[in-house]
């Protein structure tokens, strides 16, 4: 029967070391088993009928032939896609254990291929020319436009043949600044048509942290825009970029053009600063080129961009992506998690300056030929139903948001598929995401992944199986995730521990931009032989996977990552700050806000005006996304004998968790902690 051929197959794949959804088909084939499980949300039949993978089945015979035999199944997919010339063998090669020395990860070498021709020629070559390609919703009600497939390449070339005029070569860099308008992602593709790198900066982040990343790659061309409305809000973009660019000027990096798209709903012309012989404006010379521009082919190890995260220490990582792994596996991970289809319409509330924006906004889709809404706006404006008069203006079938979004309340019609990222989502709600947007009608795909990995690792395929509310369930194809305890030992069946995984996804980083060696230890020598992840996670009885946040010093607020210590350094930039302490608390909105503890310079008094002037520093510094929800001042922090910070403890005093502090009695002064529990609410 089915049920014994599937259990064969269970038992086959189990054997493979990747966690087995070990009784997931038993629970769909409805046996005893489903009747034990009270927090199962089965697929709807008539959603699993029309989905690529209906059944666990399907997924596991693909995923137990995407484990043992990852060459010919990656290059079954690749072939998919217009490569001007095809890979030499192997497939892949890789060394993912620092044992064996440096860490390398290729596929597809020796493949020549072009990511934007994937995405726009070959799509308009298929037939989809006239489609749209974008929709456009801006900040302001009533303000939108639309791109079709044919009119996206048009604008791309004539970027893409002025970015060749001022020089702009394969393998250099640029640098992108600009908030959500189209040139975003057009910006994005002329890049890769040409063989340059881009690295994209979220337009959130200050002129300081702007600066530091020009600084790191030394872009010939800066692409922004004077200005921009967030909400009510006006965001003078270009004004950071001026002080970036003077910032990095001194610093030795000198940028040549800085080009300026017009946004004049936010900013005129006449009113925005300008460098002569540096500014241009963007809509005034892009006009004088072709909009038809040749290919720059690049070897599929050829970079494509450059993306900066934070990690536990102070200076941001250039995560380093390449072209043709990266491209076979977001488009593959598109399709497949949000089970798409060509009649569908997406929309993910993703910013392009972060890497859901670059995997989901722009390639995965548009590789996919998909229908992309592109929003500028912020979701609670004019009021908290504009999420849901975008759905619906749209007809968006598709949607992929971060939990912190859940509290603007819709529930659209036209919805199929729903997608989470960015941070746990807890099963309350994961249930009201379910029952009030989808109308207990679409699956919800929680999709685990990070700026490293490129793609999705961990991610319901929808209508393939029962979900469990908060649960990303189970890998992807390819993937081989392993949970291992403190001493690096894999850990079988029920466990909770470390997320690693073992062997490389075409999808993977490379590399950190000019530091291999901080790659190296920063991933791959907390547990050799393994990526580590930096996230806890745990498995249960069946084999779902539940993430259960960061393990390091990097706190997620809103789905994005901040590291500790860059929010510690900005405090400790101000002249009256001693010492300070970042740790993560419980947000009700953020999921996690940042709480800091202070220590003053002797003799300074605490006052609200110094707070103030604190928060000020690291909204200067790093973005007003990063500033401190709470200053807790403490005359001194809990330490060890050898002067290391417990933050351990100043968690449980953020969270005011005050009877789990735990033995405080190692602490070089315990009085310290009776200070800052006095000094909580003052
Ligand atoms: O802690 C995990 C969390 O976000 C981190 C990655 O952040 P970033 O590189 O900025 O990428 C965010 C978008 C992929 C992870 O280490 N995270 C991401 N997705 C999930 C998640 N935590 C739980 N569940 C998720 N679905």
Redesign the pocket.
């Known amino acids: 029967t089915n049920g014994a051929r599937s259990s064969h197959r269970l038992r086959h794949v189990s054997s493979l070391a990747a966690p087995p959804p070990s009784r997931l088909n038993a629970v769909v084939l409805g046996d005893a088993l489903a009747s034990e499980e009270h927090d199962l949300v089965i697929p709807k039949p008539d959603f699993s009928a029309q989905a690529h993978f209906p059944s666990p089945a399907k997924y596991l015979d693909l995923y137990k032939q995407s484990i043992e035999d990852p060459a010919g199944f990656w290059s079954d997919i690749a072939s998919q896609f217009y490569w001007k010339q095809k890979w030499a063998s192997p497939v892949y090669s890789e060394n993912m254990d620092v044992r064996e020395g440096r860490i390398n990860i290729e596929w597809f070498k020796g493949g020549i291929t072009n990511i934007c021709y994937n995405c726009l020629d070959a799509n308009i070559a298929a037939g989809n020319g006239e489609k749209i390609a974008i929709y456009w919703e801006g900040n302001e009600l009533g303000a939108d436009a639309t791109l079709t497939y044919n009119q996206l390449l048009h604008k791309v070339c004539q970027l893409a043949n002025y970015l060749k005029d001022i020089g702009v070569r394969k393998g250099d860099a640029v640098v992108i600044y600009q908030p959500m308008l189209m040139e975003l992602p057009i910006a994005m593709l002329a890049c890769a048509r040409i063989g340059a790198v881009h690295s994209v900066v979220f337009a959130g982040f200050s002129s300081e942290s702007l600066s530091q990343r020009i600084v790191d790659c030394k872009p010939k061309v800066v692409l922004t825009c004077n200005a921009v409305k967030r909400g009510p809000k006006v965001i003078n973009l270009k004004d950071i970029v001026d002080a970036a660019l003077a910032e990095s000027a001194k610093n030795g990096t000198v940028v040549d053009v800085c080009l300026t798209y017009a946004n004049e709903s936010a900013l005129t012309k006449e009113s925005t600063k300008w460098v002569e012989g540096r500014d241009i404006w963007w809509q005034d010379i892009l006009s004088k080129y072709p909009n038809s521009c040749d290919v720059e082919w690049v070897d599929a190890e050829d970079p494509l961009f450059l993306l900066y ?2 990690g536990s220490t102070g200076k941001p990582k250039g995560v380093l992506h390449t072209t043709g792994g990266y491209m076979v596996y977001t488009a593959t991970t598109f399709k497949y998690a949000f089970d798409y289809k060509p009649s569908d319409v997406y929309w993910c509330t ?1 910013d392009c300056g ?3 924006g670059h995997s989901y906004v722009t390639y995965g889709p548009m590789l996919n030929g998909a229908t992309v809404v592109v929003f500028e706006g912020a979701p609670n404006y004019p009021d908290s139903g504009r999420c849901w008069d975008i759905v619906d203006k749209y007809k968006v079938s598709i949607f992929y948001t971060a939990p912190t979004l859940f509290v603007t309340r819709y529930s659209r019609k036209s919805l199929r598929v729903l997608g ?6 807890n099963p309350s709600a994961w249930r009201w995401f379910f029952n009030v947007v989808g109308d207990s009608r679409c699956p919800i795909s ?8 490129g793609g999705f690792l ?2 319901p395929l929808p209508g393939a199986w029962p979900q469990k509310p908060g649960s ?1 369930t189970f890998p992807f194809f390819g993937v081989q995730p392993v949970i291992v305890d403190e001493k690096g030992a894999e850990l079988e069946g029920e466990c909770s521990g470390y997320l690693c995984v073992k062997s490389s996804w075409p999808g993977a980083f490379r590399t950190l931009y000019g530091d291999h060696e901080r790659y190296e230890t920063t991933y791959f020598s907390a547990f050799p032989g393994y990526y580590f ?3 806890g996670c745990s498995r249960d009885k069946d084999g779902y996977h539940w ?1 259960t ?2 393990v390091d010093d ?1 706190i ?1 607020v809103s ?3 901040i590291g500790t210590a860059e929010v510690e350094s900005a405090l400790v930039s101000h002249p009256q700050c001693a010492e300070a302490a970042v740790v993560g608390v419980e947000h009700e909105v953020k999921g996690q806000g940042i709480y800091a503890f202070v220590t003053l310079v002797e003799g300074v008094p605490y006052s609200d005006d110094l707070r103030k002037s604190l928060i000020m520093n690291v909204r200067k510094q790093i973005g007003a996304f990063a500033a401190p929800d709470k200053i807790h001042w403490a005359p001194g922090l809990p330490k060890t004998r050898s002067g290391k910070i417990m933050r351990r403890i100043l968690r449980k005093i953020a969270s005011r968790q005050l009877d789990e502090l735990g033995d405080t009695s190692t602490l070089a002064e315990p009085g310290v902690v009776d200070q800052l529990i006095a000094l909580a609410d003052s």
Request: hydrophobic share 30%.
């Open positions: 995260t934070s993703a972060w890497i859901t989470s990222v960015g941070e746990p989502i929680d999709t685990w992944w990070q700026t490293e990995t961990i991610t990303a992840s930096g996230d993430l946040g960061r990097v997620n789905g994005h990552r």
